[in-house]
């Protein structure tokens, strides 16, 4: 299957600063990317439709000021969770569609933010 | 809009059983996708199985398979041969006509493989 690179994989920040997190397509060209967040032992949750070359569409409920994302290339999303609080710490999770792949997405590895 | 649920929160089963995860969705389009997903403790999401609406054909991967009952707007997945690596949430997925990688997920069902 087709290969999606997430990082960092975990990353500790302090209430009120801001993180970034990537998410690479390694051996296809994705012009649309998905960010998703997940509870322990829930389902993913979609934020958010990282559009290559344009404005990213938001899930109802989710701040677009607070999760900033940008997908600057065919291969490169990223998602920055501005002001972090202790509530934002969670896993976040993004995933990419191979045309190749008979339609199905692809997953990066996660990760994990905590805010303290 | 469309919904998937699964109702099994937790399943068990010894190893070398069979077991199979439940899946119901909802949705108005006759074209589309299903997916079963593995998440492992590692929390990587894996993909187990697809399946294409358009297929009468029930899609098979090694000892993974379902059992996709279109009209019943059910797809149930079947692990033969559990093994302890089985372990895991698994997630029903659908994806619309549109095709674009948006998926919808189920709540889950947690597996847990018994030696």
């Known amino acids: 299957g087709a290969v999606v690179s997430q990082h960092p994989s975990r990353v500790i920040c302090k209430s009120g600063t801001s993180v970034k997190i990537e998410c690479r397509s390694l051996d296809f060209q994705a012009t649309t990317m998905f960010w998703y967040r997940q509870f322990p032992k829930q389902s993913l949750m979609l934020m958010a439709t990282?559009?290559?070359?344009?404005?990213?569409?938001?899930e109802q409920g989710v701040e677009k000021d607070k999760f900033l994302i940008n997908h600057a290339s065919l291969t490169l999303s990223t998602l920055t969770v501005t002001s972090a609080h202790p509530e934002d710490s969670s896993f976040y999770i993004c995933s990419a569609r191979d045309g190749g792949q008979r339609g199905a997405a692809f997953f990066g590895q996660g990760t994990r933010l905590t805010v303290v | 809009a469309q919904t998937v649920t699964q109702s099994q929160p937790e399943m068990s089963v010894q190893e070398a059983e069979t077991v199979t995860l439940s899946c119901t969705y909802d949705t108005s389009e006759s074209n589309y996708y299903l997916f079963w997903y593995k998440q492992p403790p590692s929390r990587q999401m894996i993909l187990v199985i697809r399946?294409?609406?358009?297929?009468?054909q029930n899609a098979t991967e090694n000892r993974f398979s379902v059992n996709f009952q279109k009209a019943a707007k059910s797809f149930s997945l079947k692990i033969s041969d559990s093994q302890l690596g089985d372990t895991a949430m698994y997630f029903c997925?659908?994806?619309?006509?549109?095709?674009?990688?948006?998926?919808?997920f189920g709540q889950g069902t947690t597996l847990q493989v018994k030696p």
């Open positions: 399946q294409e609406a358009y297929k009468q």
């Open positions: 997925a659908f994806m619309g006509s549109g095709n674009t990688g948006k998926l919808i």
């Open positions: 990282s559009n290559e070359g344009s404005k990213a569409t938001y």
